[in-house]
């Protein structure tokens, strides 16, 4: 099972990064990189043109041995998600659906690599919250799962449009597991290699969940938990006197089918709350989401013509319950 997290999320070390990097056979992000490539010249280049994109560099430095053992990339089937940002953006710009977001989206962002860069690595550092990035980069990323059929982690909907959002979704089954919540990528990477076995019992079990059919999930999870719980003490024992402090939690974890366009329907319901857009009801957000090719989707059948813009996609919401 393979699963997106949001470069927000691997920045912050945030619950749905750090239990994706666990549960994942693999993690994919979405690396903002100059259209170029990412040869030593052309990151040079967008040093030079973009400060504050070796900061966000930098901020990924923890990862690394992830990155080098292939949990983390940058691309699935040598694809990445930039174009489905781009996408996103264009589909706020042309639909009429989302004119009331358009007050908040900056073009220029999306047309000038330098600001692009710039602004993408600003945004993510400082965690949010410029609707003019975290929209399109959220969407995007929606979109390039469904594309690929890969997974989307999330958080506990906590502001209005995650609220919005989960009322959208359908949840399709849920377990509680515990896990590193706190940890470095070299323990990550421990912690994976010592559950293997029930580890990749469970991301199987995830991967064929879906409406109606969760048998075997709840096995799975349990089988997990026990091993885990088996092997905490070598998992917690000390490695590096320079280690972050090693945080183990129970997490709750959720699996969602969110129907397309949930993250720019609920960011336009959450425009229309704050009185920044034409007045709309959230019934009716849900309605334009619905279409008669989602609803088929959410019965496990694609439409007869699939399209990527219409197609749900499945969320991990993770939500961590007790730290020790």
Same mark, same amino acid.
């Given at each position: 099972?393979?699963?997106?997290?949001?470069?927000?999320?691997?920045?912050?070390?945030?619950?749905?990064?750090?239990?994706?990097?666990?549960?994942?056979?693999?993690?994919?992000?979405?690396?903002?990189?100059?259209?170029?490539?990412?040869?030593?010249?052309?990151?040079?280049?967008?040093?030079?043109?973009?400060?504050?994109?070796?900061?966000?560099?930098?901020?990924?430095?923890?990862?690394?041995?992830?990155?080098?053992?292939?949990?983390?990339?940058?691309?699935?089937?040598?694809?990445?998600?930039?174009?489905?940002?781009?996408?996103?953006?264009?589909?706020?710009?042309?639909?009429?659906?989302?004119?009331?977001?358009?007050?908040?989206?900056?073009?220029?962002?999306?047309?000038?690599?330098?600001?692009?860069?710039?602004?993408?690595?600003?945004?993510?550092?400082?965690?949010?919250?410029?609707? /003019?990035?975290?929209?399109?980069?959220? $969407?995007?990323? !929606?979109?390039? *799962?469904?594309?690929? @059929?890969?997974? #989307?982690? %999330? &958080?506990?909907?906590?502001?209005?449009?995650?609220?919005?959002?989960?009322?959208?979704?359908?949840?399709?089954?849920?377990?509680?597991?515990?896990?590193?919540?706190?940890?470095?990528?070299?323990?990550?990477?421990?912690?994976?290699?010592?559950?293997?076995?029930?580890?990749?019992?469970?991301?199987?079990?995830?991967?064929?969940?879906?409406?109606?059919?969760?048998?075997?999930?709840?096995?799975?999870?349990?089988?997990?938990?026990?091993?885990?719980?088996?092997?905490?003490?070598?998992?917690?024992?000390?490695?590096?006197?320079?280690?972050?402090?090693?945080?183990?939690?129970?997490?709750?974890?959720?699996?969602?089918?969110?129907?397309?366009? /949930?993250?720019?329907?609920?960011?336009? $319901?959450?425009? !229309?709350?704050? *009185?920044?857009?034409? @007045?709309?009801? #959230?019934? %009716? &957000?849900?309605?334009?989401?619905?279409?008669?090719?989602?609803?088929?989707?959410?019965?496990?059948?694609?439409?007869?013509?699939?399209?990527?813009?219409?197609?749900?996609?499945?969320?991990?919401?993770?939500?961590?319950?007790?730290?020790?």
């Amino acid at each position: 099972m393979r699963i997106v997290v949001s470069p927000y999320h691997l920045t912050t070390r945030e619950a749905p990064a750090l239990a994706a990097l666990q549960l994942a056979e693999q993690v994919v992000t979405m690396m903002p990189t100059p259209r170029g490539g990412t040869s030593r010249r052309h990151v040079e280049a967008a040093v030079g043109a973009a400060p504050r994109y070796l900061d966000f560099m930098e901020s990924w430095r923890w990862s690394a041995p992830l990155w080098e053992a292939g949990v983390i990339a940058p691309t699935h089937q040598g694809l990445d998600a930039a174009d489905d940002v781009r996408s996103a953006f264009e589909r706020i710009a042309g639909d009429e659906r989302y004119a009331g977001l358009r007050p908040l989206m900056k073009p220029h962002v999306f047309q000038d690599e330098r600001e692009y860069l710039q602004a993408v690595a600003s945004d993510v550092l400082k965690g949010g919250p410029d609707p /003019a990035i975290t929209v399109p980069v959220a $969407a995007g990323l !929606d979109r390039f *799962a469904a594309r690929h @059929r890969l997974a #989307v982690a %999330r &958080a506990t909907p906590t502001s209005i449009s995650q609220k919005v959002e989960a009322k959208l979704g359908e949840r399709v089954a849920a377990f509680a597991v515990p896990m590193l919540c706190q940890a470095s990528a070299e323990r990550i990477l421990m912690a994976r290699e010592e559950l293997e076995g029930s580890l990749e019992s469970l991301r199987e079990a995830m991967a064929e969940a879906s409406p109606g059919r969760c048998a075997g999930l709840d096995k799975a999870a349990r089988g997990y938990a026990a091993e885990f719980q088996s092997k905490q003490a070598e998992l917690l024992e000390a490695m590096d006197p320079d280690e972050p402090r090693v945080v183990v939690a129970t997490v709750a974890v959720s699996l969602v089918l969110l129907p397309a366009g /949930a993250v720019l329907e609920s960011s336009l $319901a959450a425009v !229309d709350a704050l *009185a920044m857009g034409a @007045r709309r009801r #959230v019934s %009716r &957000a849900t309605r334009a989401v619905e279409t008669p090719a989602v609803r088929e989707a959410r019965k496990g059948a694609l439409p007869a013509v699939w399209d990527v813009d219409e197609s749900p996609v499945m969320s991990v919401v993770v939500r961590v319950i007790g730290k020790s």
